[in-house]
């Protein structure tokens, strides 16, 4: 499938990520994969979210972390438990009403928040994982009702490819000193894009991902090449995010769609950064 990086992957067809995520990089996989380095030891990626990427290049041995607990949670049950959460899934019909309640519920069983959480993100606006200061999910439900909501041949597949992963509810921080010579660690943080305040649409758990975090994410990244750590990073071309990062990372600039909008017909093209280290 890539050959570049034949040694480091599986064979097989690339997969869709089965988790709807605002910002993910599901259009921009084949551009990422031919960005790849040569070989690396293990794949991390400390911010996963939808995981497109990882689900694309299907990695031999890979570290998925997201400081989103819900989200970690739902890929564990998803990888260990398929067959009980598919029979739950099939049970469920899309519809408002359902949508709420499912909101305003707080389940405490792994199977049952994992049903929670997959039912709210196939039908949020967006599929945007936002939460208020008390880190309740707030976000409205989509103008989209789909009569079926989860393929279970893509269910099945990506719970097959999370075997090879570890899964970790934990600050990029934390995820990224677990990386060591070679690896490849492949950082998607959230873009501070489209509001006054540059934050935008970023808030995936209870706390703000700022230009502060974006600082410490440049000073951890100067460390790890300094470490021989291999590093993609993808980011919106603005000056203000660019300046943050070393200077000595190369620089690829590429167009994508916007990665939220009111209306998903109206999405604007954007230039869109890659920035590697090797």
Not at 58 to 63: D, L, N, S
């Amino acid at each position: 499938m890539i050959a570049n990086a034949a040694m480091k992957v599986r064979s097989g067809e690339p997969v869709r990520p089965i988790v709807r995520w605002a910002g993910g990089k599901s259009v921009m996989v084949e551009t990422l994969a031919k960005l790849l380095p040569q070989t690396w030891n293990r794949y991390i990626e400390p911010m996963s979210g939808g995981a497109a990427f990882f689900f694309y290049i299907q990695p031999a041995t890979a570290i998925l972390a997201d400081v989103n607990s819900d989200l970690v949670a739902f890929y564990s049950v998803l990888r260990e438990s398929p067959r009980e959460l598919i029979r739950r899934l099939r049970l469920l019909k899309a519809t408002r009403e359902q949508y709420y309640v499912f909101r305003a519920s707080r389940p405490r069983g792994r199977i049952q928040r994992a049903v929670r959480f997959a039912y709210l993100n196939r039908l949020a606006w967006n599929g945007l994982y936002r939460v208020n200061r008390s880190g309740e999910f707030n976000v409205p439900i989509g103008d989209r009702l789909p009569p079926v909501m989860w393929n279970e041949a893509d269910l099945l597949k990506a719970s097959e490819l999370l075997n090879s992963a570890h899964l970790v509810a934990a600050d990029f921080r934390i995820t990224a000193r677990q990386a060591r010579a070679d690896d490849f660690v492949f950082f998607d943080p959230p873009y501070p894009r489209g509001s006054r305040e540059r934050i935008g649409f970023n808030r995936y758990a209870s706390n703000f991902f700022t230009l502060a975090d974006h600082r410490d994410l440049g000073t951890l990244i100067d460390e790890m090449t300094k470490r021989s750590v291999k590093v993609m990073l993808t980011l919106a071309n603005a000056g203000h995010l660019d300046g943050i990062y070393p200077r000595s990372m190369r620089r690829t600039r590429i167009r994508s769609k916007a990665l939220i909008a009111c209306n998903g017909s109206d999405r604007r093209h954007v230039t869109e950064l890659i920035l590697t280290n090797y």
